[in-house]
């Protein structure tokens, strides 16, 4: 049995009031933990999205293109396109309603609210990696091989380009119009919006985008956007050749050469003249823009256009701009996005640095106990635990007693000035921590090694007192490799280093 369009109708506005409801009845529910948290956005993102698309089939039937509603309203007002009585089109749609249900004699009648109730109860299926843990943390591993393996980067550790890569306006101006570039740029956006579309899915993104490209066009034109500063439309084919290869640098074409062939070959395309020949033609052709504008160059020197001179650097010039502000503005998003996910960035450092620490053994203990702690988090016993002396929590999810809490002493804080003023309670959580990887970093960052000369030290001022007298020490009992070191020739005999060197010179041995 087909539908009529005045029962669709009526059944869209039902599905739209029925799932606002349940948005509300959702988001009233305080999540326990991260992960509900996460499944409780999502899920109100689907049923958003359900809205929107409810409605703009709606909108198509209020719309009525084919006046097919027109004529239902018609139809149900006595009124026919054909002219029929009310009475007969009444009996022909009954008959269309029995024959239907003698054809399906035993449909099952299903329960809309129950359906509906169920979205409630549904964990979402989010993608995220492993290293990603459900968006505690960014992946970027593959980005930064792309960083280090190009022309751009720089060879530092994943730590650090952490730091940089929310960083782009740092990068020198003449590698920012290379292909690879921007290639690099437009992965990295997309894996930041892709990241955030899971981790946020209420937010609106395009809202935030929108309002970025508003700001960065009133600061383009004012020539004011970090890292690409004098770069406005204002400043003409000039600034365009400054951005790939700074001719200011150079006083000569041997200098120039040393650029490489590719970069010549990039910065003469962008400028609309030939790009062929040995290195020694490329350069000597780049060179001649150092002194001669491009309108009085010789046509001999460009590439083949239809336009003349004037038209053929302008359209160089201008290609340049449209390029450098298409990159300048994904730059622009890439930071909006990193100050979004400040909190994000940040703990995926320190969790990188934590890794950096420990052994495989026990980060796959934590592992353990993230898995696990994360099933109690899930669990839906939400009751609320008797702990007015806010005792340490056991094995089992419950206070310790009280007489464990005074025997190990866990009421005594420890404060260690090396793991930047972190406290410890308890004697047995102090003496541990001198082997974990906060105190680890912090003598790290010192530049003294974590021996056990430094156990029990908290102090940065004592531990760099120690470490000055054990130089001064070893100054003294310094181990010699030229007089200490033994060496034994082929008949057995023992010299010392220095010795052992002098007779072999001389070829006695």
């Known amino acids: 049995m087909s539908s009529t369009l005045l029962e669709v109708t009526r059944a869209g506005h039902e599905e739209v009031e029925r799932l606002e409801r349940l948005i509300v009845k959702d988001l009233q529910k305080e999540p326990a933990s991260n992960r509900e948290r996460l499944f409780q956005s999502h899920r109100v993102r689907n049923m958003i999205d359900s809205i929107i698309s409810t409605t703009e089939k709606l909108n198509e039937i209020y719309e009525d293109k084919d006046n097919a509603r027109k004529d239902e309203i018609a139809a149900l007002g006595g009124q026919t396109a054909t002219g029929t009585n009310v009475f007969s089109a009444f009996y022909d749609r009954l008959k269309e309603i029995r024959e239907y249900h003698r054809r399906h004699p035993v449909a099952r009648v299903v329960d809309a609210g129950e359906e509906y109730e169920e979205l409630l109860k549904q964990e979402p299926h989010v993608e995220f990696s492993g290293e990603e843990a459900f968006g505690r943390y960014l992946d970027l591993h593959e980005l930064y091989n792309e960083y280090v393996n190009s022309k751009f980067g720089e060879p530092i550790e994943y730590s650090a380009y952490l730091d940089v890569f929310a960083q782009p306006h740092k990068i020198p101006r003449n590698h920012k119009l290379t292909r690879q570039y921007r290639e690099y740029l437009e992965h990295l956006l997309e894996y930041l919006i892709y990241f955030f579309q899971r981790k946020e899915p209420l937010q609106d993104l395009d809202r935030v985008f929108s309002k970025v490209e508003t700001e960065f066009e009133e600061l383009w034109m004012d020539g004011k956007i970090q890292g690409w500063e004098n770069k406005s439309p204002e400043n003409g084919h000039a600034s365009s050749l400054d951005s790939v290869i700074d001719l ?249 280093k220095k010795t052992y060197t002098d007779l072999q010179r001389q070829g006695l041995i």
């Open 248 to 496: 200011d640098y150079y006083s000569s074409v041997e200098e120039l050469i040393e650029v490489g062939p590719e970069r010549l070959k990039e910065a003469l395309a962008a400028l609309g003249l030939k790009a062929g020949g040995t290195v020694q033609q490329r350069a000597e052709r780049l060179f001649l823009t150092k002194h001669t504008p491009l309108e009085q160059l010789d046509r001999k020197h460009f590439a083949k256009f239809s336009r003349g001179l004037e038209q053929n650097g302008n359209a160089a010039s201008s290609q340049q701009i449209d390029n450098s502000k298409e990159i300048a503005l994904i730059e622009a998003k890439i930071k909006h996005l990193c100050e979004l996910l400040t909190e994000t960035i940040l703990q995926t450092k320190e969790n990188v640095e934590k890794k950096q620490a420990l052994t495989y053994e026990e980060m796959e203990a934590e592992r353990e106990e993230e898995e696990v702690q994360a099933d109690t988090e899930s669990d839906e016993e939400d009751q609320q635990i008797y702990n007015p002396l806010k005792l340490p929590m056991g094995w089992d999810g419950k206070p310790i007693p009280y007489w464990l809490y005074k025997l190990h002493g866990l009421g005594q804080e420890f404060k260690c000035e090396i793991c930047g003023n972190h406290s410890y309670w308890g004697r047995r959580a102090f003496e541990r921590h001198f082997k974990e990887w906060r105190h680890q970093h912090g003598m790290r960052c010192l530049g003294i090694p974590n021996t056990k000369n430094f156990n029990e030290i908290t102090s940065i001022k004592e531990a760099r007192l120690l470490w000055e007298r054990i130089h001064e020490r070893q100054g003294l009992n310094k181990w010699r490799p030229d007089l200490e070191e033994e060496y034994e020739d082929k008949e057995g005999n023992i010299y010392n």
